[in-house]
């Protein structure tokens, strides 16, 4: 098995911690060479195991779960499994395209983000997806799907983990606060969620 | 029963109802969002907290989000047809459902919202032509993948053809301008002569 793309994607962390936390050591090649010729997008990750070529970090994430039968990571029943996957989808969607005016603009100094009413607008955004999960939190007592950690927990750490390190005026949310805390025994959190890098 | 929550003309509505109709179920549908609003009551909340369409009811469940919705039924009232169920099968499904999900949906919208929404002498022509032009790039990844095949993963229809298959009645009604993609429009003709899909993603584009 094998990762393609570089590790200050969050696309690519989302894999690399959910591969921690499977005890998977797939060979990893951050140069971003071949992309093109397995993905037209031109977008990491890529996942290739054996004649399998995967593209989207979630679709990827739930793969290798499926793969390694870790139901406690994705439930097998559809009702449980679909508690997951609706946070999975909305930090693929509605909260991944909250933070790209402030982020690109303040961390990636994107000439086309420089605009303070692009930035503004997106932390507006951003602060209103991040009261979201704060709700979700402080209501389950524990994680985002319920009370157990899912694949759902992985790829909403990495969004928080940006918004805790994007430099931009902040509300204090404290059961994000607290969860991430509960996070950090994890396998993998300190080496691809919190890891310095926003 | 199964209740939807969410108005017609909206492609994350169609999503749900296309993969119910498929599945042969009943659905009760309620009008929300769009000009019925109701998105931003506490109830509504309760049950979807992203204030979105569509919602979906199963008994005691509910579900948000168009793509976990389709895939609950899907695995609860559809395996072995829309469901795959081989880990490698259901990811390459999986796949086509997040590419239509983060890659095609922002684009997309940028068209059908320019032509659709916005008045003739408000349009931004240059914004919606270069949304159009990504559409169809990414449009024409989806034609090489189905080279030789009836469907996403082959044969039958599955849950992998559903959101990419639901936007591509809009992509092929507002963007005429558009290099030949036969693969792509071989299976577009298939989806056409279903009757789920007629009746619930071939409606007037409001
Ligand atoms: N929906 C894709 C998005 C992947 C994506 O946007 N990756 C970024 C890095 S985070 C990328 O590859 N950008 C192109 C580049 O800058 O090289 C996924 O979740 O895997
Ligand atoms: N990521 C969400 C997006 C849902 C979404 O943006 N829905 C639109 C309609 S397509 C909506 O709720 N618009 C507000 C409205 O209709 O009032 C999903 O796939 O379910």
Same mark, same amino acid.
Do not use: A, C, I, Y
């Given at each position: 098995m094998k990762l393609l793309g570089r590790s200050s994607s969050i696309n690519v962390r989302k894999v690399l911690w959910t591969c921690a936390e499977l005890g998977l050591t797939p060979a990893h090649?951050?140069?971003?060479?071949?992309i093109r010729a397995l993905n037209p997008k031109g977008l990491v990750p890529v996942l290739v195991d054996g004649g399998l070529v995967l593209t989207e970090s979630n679709t990827i994430c739930r793969y290798l779960a499926a793969r390694e039968g870790r139901h406690d990571l994705l439930p097998e029943t559809p009702a449980a499994r679909a508690q997951v996957e609706s946070w999975m989808d909305w930090q693929a969607s509605d909260l991944n395209t909250a933070w790209r005016g402030v982020f690109m603009g303040r961390?990636?100094?994107?000439p086309d983000f420089a605009d303070p009413a692009v930035q503004d607008a997106s932390i507006r955004d951003w602060t209103k997806q991040m009261r979201i999960l704060e709700d979700r939190l402080s209501s389950t007592g524990a994680y985002a799907a319920g009370g157990d950690f899912t694949l759902a927990d992985i790829v909403l750490a990495l969004s928080t983990n940006r918004w805790e390190r994007t430099p931009m005026d902040r509300p204090a949310l404290p059961a994000i606060a607290a969860w991430m805390d509960r996070l950090s025994?994890?396998?993998g959190f300190s080496q691809h969620c919190r890891n310095g890098v926003p | 029963m199964l209740t939807v929550w969410g108005r017609p003309n909206s492609i994350n509505v169609q999503i749900v109802m296309w993969t119910a109709a498929e599945l042969g179920l009943e659905v009760d549908r309620k009008d929300v969002g769009g000009?019925? /609003? /109701?998105?931003?009551?506490p109830e509504y909340l309760a049950m979807n907290p992203n204030g979105r369409i569509p919602t979906l009811q199963d008994g005691d469940l509910t579900i948000w989000e168009s793509n976990a919705c389709a895939r609950y039924l899907a695995a609860k009232y559809g395996a072995g047809s829309l469901w795959p169920e081989d880990p490698a099968d259901r990811a390459k499904a999986d796949m086509w459902m997040d590419w239509k999900k983060t890659s095609l949906a922002g684009p997309m919208t940028t068209v059908f919202w320019g032509l659709v929404r916005t008045p003739e002498a408000e349009r931004d022509m240059a914004a919606i032509g270069a949304a159009a032009q990504t559409s169809q790039a990414l449009y024409a990844m989806l034609d090489k993948w189905l080279a030789g095949k009836d469907f996403v993963l082959g044969d039958s229809l599955t849950i992998g053809d559903i959101p990419a298959g639901a936007m591509a009645y809009r992509f092929m009604e507002l963007v005429k301008d558009r290099p030949s993609m036969p693969n792509l429009e071989a299976w577009y003709g298939r989806l056409t002569s279903r009757q789920a899909y007629r009746d619930h993603v071939m409606l007037p584009i409001t």
């Open positions: 090649d951050e140069t971003d060479t071949d961390v990636r100094n994107h025994s994890r396998p | 000009p019925f /609003g /109701g998105l931003d009551t």
